[in-house]
């Protein structure tokens, strides 16, 4: 890092330490979430393990919870459960990459650590940073021991994308597939239609366009945060699209994040089929999967979404900090299908285990596990709920109901565009749901992760009750006894 970088990274600390006592108080801090130490956080970047050790960077603006330059933080750890905040180790401190160290991946090869960003450049001037004044700069920075990190390599910059493209290139994915290097890059067309681009390599400097990922019609402008990875034998493209029309149990955000199976390819030709989103929840955005040493395809997302303010908030914003990443997830490929399930390191933050038995009330504290299973042949539950099939409801403000056919995810004290209540403005998301057999809910004292089916169907959403303890109640015509654990241990 160069000068210009160590002064940035001094002002950090400053700014880092005169933000801890009111991050420290603040009763929405996560006990178990990765949090920004101060300021914003956003995207999951450059996820990997490498010798034992999984990293995970993202993308930080210390200096403001409400967003700002882009800096990557970095967080280690050895079991997925207790990280170490590990600071910051890129910042906008090259002519390429001055306005910003946007997203990114990682790739290890021979013991080094390849880390791969978008450098940001905007251009002062009257531009509408579309079509002009904008530069996506593809950048690369080694590492050997995960600490220290090395010069920055400029790789590709605006003239080697194709002319058919707008000056929205960025979040370079990089992975290793036979004797060759792949990195997948997000773009928005010209025509204002959403794609991905391909690109190959022999050595990892040097890249060649081989082709664009899309499909026939128009799906969003813009593919942000492109992932093309294989699990289970097949392939997929995840990515999060942009300029989705909304739907009463489709594409309900303002943006999206979800997956194309690939059927055919990819290096010579291949289709983008039957897109499917990731978390039907209020917070999810940029997922990046990678695989760890034992061979596990594992997810982290970013617990949050850009350009809500108009819709809901996070009061953390007054302690000096906002947003968060989702826990690690497993990823399984069935029937063409992926399901995500927390990493099962997180059972050893369970305190003692608690019987939770339908239809009567139990507390207990802000941060838990809970595991419901489904009785569809009842007999076994307790009614009510108006009857519904299962209804489980957290501190007298959020409620997960099904009723056979769909599932709604709903703050009961939500007033239409107010801003207020345990929500903070988030109102209701909705899933079609056949059939339930299991519902887990992990949920810390801001952020709840909510998963159907081992994973089938998973809403996530920021959550502000009132409360210390939490009132918990499972109600309905097919509720069976659940098993309640307090999830008591807190993140470094």
């Known amino acids: 890092m160069n000068e210009a970088g160590l002064q940035m990274i001094r002002k950090i600390r400053e700014a880092e330490a005169a933000a801890q006592e009111g991050v420290q108080k603040d009763p ?38 409400c967003g700002g330059e882009k800096f990557w933080g970095h967080y280690t750890s050895r079991n997925l459960t207790d990280w170490e905040y590990a600071g910051v180790p890129l910042a906008p401190d090259e002519q390429f990459d001055r306005s910003g160290v946007y997203s990114g991946s990682c790739l290890i090869k021979d ?28 950048v690369l920075v080694e590492s050997r021991d995960g600490r220290t990190f090395g010069d920055k390599k400029l790789l590709l910059t605006n003239r080697d994308y194709p002319a058919d493209y707008t000056l929205h290139i960025r979040d370079p994915k990089v992975f290793a597939l036979e004797d060759r290097y792949y990195m997948v890059l997000g773009g928005r067309k010209k025509n204002d239609c959403g794609a991905v681009l391909l690109y190959e390599s022999c050595d990892l400097e040097n890249w060649r366009f081989c082709r664009e990922l899309t499909v026939p019609m128009k799906f969003g402008y813009m593919w942000e945060c492109p992932d093309l990875f294989c699990t289970g034998g097949k392939w997929f493209l995840s990515l999060s699209p942009q300029g989705l029309p909304r739907d009463k149990h489709e594409f309900q955000n303002v943006y999206t994040a979800g997956y194309f199976q690939v059927n055919g390819d990819f290096r010579a030709g291949c289709r983008l089929e039957d897109f499917r989103e990731w978390d039907k929840g209020f917070d999810f955005y940029a997922p990046q999967t990678f695989t760890d040493e034992s061979g596990r395809t594992l997810l982290i997302a970013w617990a949050g979404l850009p350009d809500v303010e108009e819709e809901y908030v996070n009061p953390t914003i007054e302690s000096g900090w906002q947003h968060a990443l989702t826990v690690p997830r497993v990823i399984r490929e069935q029937n063409g299908r992926l399901l995500q399930y927390p990493v099962p390191e997180l059972e050893a933050l369970h305190g003692e285990r608690q019987d939770v038995r339908a239809g009567e009330a139990v507390y207990c504290a802000p941060a838990f596990d809970l595991i419901v299973p489904v009785d569809e042949k009842g007999g076994a539950g307790a009614s009510g709920a108006k009857d ?105």
């Open 388 to 492: 519904s099939k299962l209804s489980i409801t957290i501190a007298d403000a959020l409620r997960f109901t099904w009723d056979g056919k769909e599932a709604v995810l709903s703050f009961t004290d939500a007033v239409a565009g107010r801003q207020i209540g345990a929500g903070r403005g988030r109102t209701q998301r909705r899933a079609l749901i056949s059939d339930i057999q299991e519902v887990r809910i992990l949920a810390d004292t801001s952020l709840i992760e909510i998963y159907v089916n081992h994973g089938e169907t998973v809403f996530t959403t920021r959550f502000y009750p009132t409360e210390d303890t939490r009132r918990l109640l499972v109600e309905g015509v097919y509720a069976k006894a659940g098993v309640l654990w307090p999830m008591c241990q807190e993140t470094e």
């Open 28 to 65: 929405w801090r996560l006990k178990f979430h990765l949090m920004p130490p101060a300021g914003w956080l956003n995207d999951p970047n450059g996820l990997c393990q490498m010798s034992g050790v999984y990293h995970v960077f993202f993308q930080y603006s210390p200096f403001d919870p």
């Open 111 to 138: 013991g080094i650590m390849y880390l791969f960003y978008t450098g940001n450049v905007k251009l002062p001037g009257d531009f509408d940073y579309v079509t002009q004044g904008r530069e996506a700069n593809t």
